[in-house]
């Protein structure tokens, strides 16, 4: 069994996400953040962090084509909670050859160049996030979609060349949007402007890049409203929450 195994075991039997939030950051300090894009679940979770007594170190992907809502969503975090959101974001030079290359707007070209310039715009950056850390607070919610219904609570997942351990934890992963809101409103958790608009029944249910993110509609499923010029059942993951193979559960 290795070290994880064991901690994992220990905090498993704890059920209050508050209390399993404030464990995590008691025990592994600046080594555990909280990674979010500025939904909900992220959120919730930082104000979890501080009514549990600590100061989370929080960090976000910024791939540098995000809403002008979410940037000012962070500057709202920092100034409520009085902590700083560390931004990850590409390598200027990678991208300058991707754009002289194949376009700003590659995304719209294949499945492979969306796939592309997710990688050099959120999964490098994340890499490099996740080189800091032993463990990853993530926002995953079991009712996300199918790949996520499959997400573990915790799970060990590896990291850089040389496959070093890290633990993810999802400690919202069976919480409801519903419950989410009640939460929100209840504890006044500042909420994204665009998980707040809705025209005729259209709103917004994941928050990424401009362009790549779009409403839905009332009968569409949840991550429909990315890249919306890809087929319905194609792989709408963008490379940073692969779900797990059995034996890295
Ligand atoms: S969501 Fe779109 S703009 Fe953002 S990194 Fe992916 S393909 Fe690029």
């Known amino acids: 069994m290795n070290a994880f195994e064991s901690i994992i075991e220990e905090l498993d039997a704890i059920q209050d996400p508050k209390q399993l ?19 909900l679940t992220g959120v919730v979770m930082i104000d979890m962090a501080e009514a549990a007594g600590v100061t989370p170190r929080v960090f976000t992907i910024d791939t ?10 962070f500057e ?12 990850f974001g590409p390598d200027p030079q990678k991208i300058q050859n991707m754009i002289q290359e194949h376009g700003e707007y590659l995304f719209f070209d294949s499945k492979e160049k969306q796939e592309y310039c997710c990688h050099l715009r959120k999964v490098e950056p994340n890499e ?8 990853w607070l993530t926002g995953l919610r079991a009712d996300q979609s199918a790949a996520r219904a499959e997400t573990p609570r915790f799970q060990i997942i590896t990291e850089g060349k040389e ?29 994204h402007a665009l998980l707040n608009w809705n025209q005729n029944g259209w709103y917004y249910e994941s928050l990424g890049c401009v362009i790549c993110t779009t409403p839905i509609g009332p009968h569409e499923s949840r991550r429909a409203g990315r890249w919306r010029w890809f087929k319905e059942d194609a792989d709408k993951e963008c490379g940073l929450h692969v779900p797990p193979k059995k034996d890295e559960i």
């Open 76 to 87: 709202e975090i920092e100034k409520k909670y009085g902590i700083r959101v560390e931004k």
């Open 163 to 191: 496959k070093r351990p890290i633990l993810k934890v999802a400690p919202l992963i069976d919480w409801t949007e519903a419950q989410l809101r009640d939460y929100a409103k209840k504890e006044g958790v500042p909420v």
């Open 21 to 39: 939030i404030g464990e995590i950051f008691q025990r592994f300090g600046k080594k555990a953040a909280i990674g979010t894009s500025g939904q």
């Open 128 to 135: 490099r996030a996740l080189a800091t850390l032993d463990v």
């Open 64 to 73: 540098q084509r995000l809403f002008p809502e979410t940037y000012q969503l």
